[in-house]
């Protein structure tokens, strides 16, 4: 028999080299999953299949993992590398195959009572033969295979093959934990089993709906028949013209999954990628993979840089061998012929506004509970469109809302928040962005704009997607809002909601925030703008870029920020050959002159907004030792304390009033190890020698507390001033600052940032409750600012609010004449 399935094996290799490319997940198994090479590996198949062996194979021999094929040799003796869980169909067939494996299982545990040092790892591997859930009217999507189905099901679904590894489980552990009796190994292969359900589920997900069957269900839920009553009783109306529009709100709004079609979006993706990156590094999927095996429901929610976003995180998310999410989109987005293919993408429409129409806004919130309720996981933007400066926006908070209340309705399986960082080398919309922010209209979205996209498809450098810790909300709200729980009668609004929800959004921010991905192009480009002429000699250059490496090495601003592994040559070189970086290469007879042209010097600021939040800490410690020359670590704590909720706000910084003295102590400790500055007599003073490396550090938060002194100075001169008109002013003067001191980034003027600054300013208690500045708080921090600005900047806003003074009684003595 053993002959036989060789010569089988031998015959079998030939088709499956030709017809079937496999996917390993993870692609680094031994990484990941912390597997032991100098131990013995058992891999442990759902059911019988010579075919599926073959490919476990072909995978494990390119990854570098012990052949299934081969025997362990444990003690002497020799013993199979792989088992089946279940007998299940195949050619040669032997009966008993479930309690083989459960002998094997035995054997190899009561190994380990003889050698204590032996540890077999029992590895879980499925190999996935495309990924399509069924429909839920269909028949069940075959799982045991005859040889002609087999035949088909490699012809068909070759290209679309994933073979996914498990956690390992340790029988060394089984053994000290449960024993080593037949039981024991009888129970392995029961979890084993489970697992393989589970395994299978994460990977397709629920059946696909009947789309009019779950039509008609939601349209029977008790409050959309209430909002449909009440379009009803409006002027022109009628129930059935309200039924009709609540139909057609229905269309509108609602995915059309097709798996065929995201078979084929998963190979024009493919070629996509390809042709525009040079690759997309993808870091802690495994976080995501652990939560969808433990059944949570997932909401993805990544920052928003471009319209690549949801492509790209979609065909990530099914290359990790998990279920591609529904995802909300802008109704803008619903033109022919893209609406209808991101909807069979699992695309869902949201207008921008549901205000002062109720129907639209019920069907929305029962469709999203619906989502939630059959367990397809959803991905939202909860910056509610792309960030046009690379910073993360202010999060709109009603996705977020209908989350939770979607929670708080009772769902089965719990809800796992899944914070993404999605960074690239290139934005393809960045010139696009550079002419809105100067003030162009935002141009509608519209096939022939996706066509002039598409002809400038090339190599745009490389592409990041990191996963942020995930915000499990289930234990989230027991441990923060406890009264989440309790009973709430029939149309009440819970308390605790508001606040939940804004402090989900901002813990989301955070945490896309600690999973920043540093990359060539966004910290070759920080350097850069670090400089006053946006030049610098390559020396300089690499010895900056080298500093902040070691920096984020040493004083990690979080475990989750992944960094580059080429070196600062390497990396200057990689964007200097970057299509339209900006970055330029001259030569003169004193070497090498690396420079910003003036064009690029305003598009590069959205990629150093990107990780601004990495270098703002560290700036302001280099700024304050830089202008005091010589100061007690005491007096820079003390100075940072002060400025730091206002950056905690504005940059959705992750450290605590707590953290930040510890944090700060790093810094200086690592500043001084790099021999920026020297620490005498428990005075920390600059190192001259290095003063211009510790002067680019500081440059991070220059602009950063000149438009924060910017206000102050104008509630110093007038304290009764509203906040409106507060940011309004701020806004003016930084606009003229920007052009009098060459300040090419567009968020200097960014209202949003001036209306952030003036709501942690109230928070801060810097209002009393009338609205007036407390003029002594805002004294003292306005002139701690003022020792950290140069004068020349200082003299620009002074002059700039006697225009704005000079004007306003120019207005005031109009008014009074006419």
């Known amino acids: 028999m053993s002959s036989l399935v060789s010569f089988y094996r031998k015959v079998l290799n030939l088709p499956l080299s030709l017809l079937v490319k496999s996917h390993s997940i993870p692609t680094e198994p031994v990484q990941e999953l912390g597997l032991n090479l100098n131990q013995p590996f058992v891999y442990v198949l759902p059911y019988t299949s010579q075919t599926d062996l073959l490919v476990l194979q072909k995978n494990c021999l390119a990854l570098n993992l012990p052949d299934p094929l081969q025997h362990n040799e444990v003690n002497g003796q020799l013993l199979p590398r792989y088992v089946f869980l279940d007998e299940g169909r195949r050619f040669f067939k032997s009966k008993g195959a479930k309690s083989e494996t459960e002998s094997v299982f035995y054997r190899y545990l009561d190994l380990h009572r003889e050698n204590p040092q032996l540890d077999v790892q029992v590895i879980p591997v499925s190999v996935l033969w495309g990924r399509a859930p069924g429909k839920e009217k269909g028949l069940p999507v075959l799982r045991l295979l005859g040889g002609f189905e087999r035949f088909w099901m490699i012809l068909w679904f070759g290209r679309d093959n994933f073979v ?59 409050a959309i028949l209430a909002a449909i009553e009440d379009e009803a009783k409006k002027p022109k109306s ?100 893209a609406g209808p293919l991101f909807r069979s993408w699992g695309a869902f429409f949201l207008r921008r506004t549901f205000k002062g129409n109720r129907l639209y806004s019920t069907i929305f919130r ?23 400066t690379g910073r993360l926006l202010e999060p709109k908070t009603g996705m977020m809302s209908m989350t939770l209340q979607a929670l708080q309705r009772g769902l089965s399986r719990p809800i796992s928040i899944v914070p993404v960082y999605i960074g690239y080398e290139h934005v393809l919309e960045v010139d696009t962005y550079a002419k809105e922010l100067r003030g162009a209209e935002k141009e509608k979205e519209n096939a022939g704009l996706v066509l002039r996209v598409i002809k400038k498809l090339r190599n745009l450098g490389q592409g990041y997607v990191n996963f942020g810790e995930p915000i499990q909300l289930n234990h989230y709200l027991n441990l923060q809002f406890p009264e989440w729980k309790e009973p709430l009668a029939e149309g009440e609004r819970p308390k605790w ?16 925030n600690n999973a920043a991905a540093v990359n060539a192009k966004n910290l070759i480009g920080s350097v850069l703008l670090a400089s006053r002429q946006r030049s610098l000699t390559r020396e300089q250059l690499i010895e900056q870029v080298e500093s902040y490496l070691e920096l984020f090495k040493n004083v990690p601003y979080s475990q989750d920020v992944t960094l580059p592994t080429d070196s600062a040559d390497e990396m200057l070189d990689h964007v200097i050959t970057l299509p339209r970086s900006g970055v330029v290469s001259e030569k003169d007879s004193f070497g090498e002159i690396i ?68 944090q700060v102590e790093a810094i200086l400790q690592e500043f001084t190890r790099q021999q920026l500055i020297k620490n005498e007599s428990e005075m920390l003073m600059i190192n001259r020698h290095r003063i211009r490396t510790l002067q680019l550090h500081s440059a991070g938060v220059r602009e950063v507390l000149q438009r924060y002194y910017i206000s102050l100075s104008i509630l110093i001169e007038q304290p009764e001033i509203s906040r409106n008109e507060l940011e309004k002013e701020s806004r003016s003067i930084a606009q003229r600052l920007s052009v009098l001191h060459g300040i090419n980034a567009p968020e200097f003027f960014d209202k949003a940032l001036f209306s952030t600054f003036s709501n942690t300013l109230k928070e801060q208690g810097y209002f009393d409750e009338e609205g007036n500045a407390v003029v002594a708080k805002v004294q003292e921090t306005e002139e701690l600012l003022r020792g950290l600005i140069s004068l020349e900047v200082q003299q620009t806003i002074q002059g700039a609010m006697v225009k704005l003074e000079k004007g306003e009684e120019n207005t005031q003595s109009q008014s009074t004449e006419a």
């Open 595 to 662: 420079r910003l042209d003036r064009q690029s010097a305003v598009l590069m600021t959205y990629y150093r907004n990107n990780i601004q939040h990495l270098f703002v800490l560290p700036s302001l410690v280099a700024s304050i030792v830089l202008h005091h020359e010589a100061i007690s670590k005491d007096l820079i704590i003390q100075s940072i304390n002060r400025i730091y909720p206002f950056l905690q706000a504005e940059l959705f910084l992750h450290f605590d009033q707590n953290d930040v003295r510890n």
């Open 164 to 222: 996914r590894f498990s956690q390992a489980v340790s029988l060394r552990y089984m053994v000290e934990t449960h024993g080593a009796d037949e039981g024991i190994a009888q129970k392995l292969a029961r979890v084993a089993k489970m697992h393989f359900a589970k395994q299978r589920y994460s990977a397709t997900g629920p059946r696909l709906p009947n789309r009019q069957a779950m039509f008609n269900k939601l349209l029977q839920s008790p």
């Open 497 to 512: 909601l508001n606040n939940a929800v804004e402090a989900v959004s901002k813990q989301v921010m955070v945490n896309i």
């Open 366 to 388: 029962e469709y999203l509970a619906e989502l939630f309720y059959r367990g397809y996981s959803v991905e939202y933007f909860i910056e509610g469109g792309r960030s046009r």
């Open 238 to 337: 009628s129930p059935e013209k309200a039924r009709k529009e609540a139909e057609k709100i229905l269309d509108e709004i609602a995915a059309n999954v097709k798996h065929e079609s995201l078979r084929t979006a998963d190979r024009v993706l493919s070629w996509l990628w390809n042709k525009l990156y040079q690759g997309i590094n993808v870091q802690y999927a495994e976080r995501v993979r652990k939560l969808a095996l433990e059944g949570h429901e997932l909401v993805y929610v990544p920052c928003h840089r471009s319209h690549m976003d949801y492509l790209l995180l979609s065909y990530i998310l099914y290359h990790q061998g998990l279920v591609p999410p529904h995802i909300a989109a802008g109704v803008n987005l619903n033109f022919w012929p």
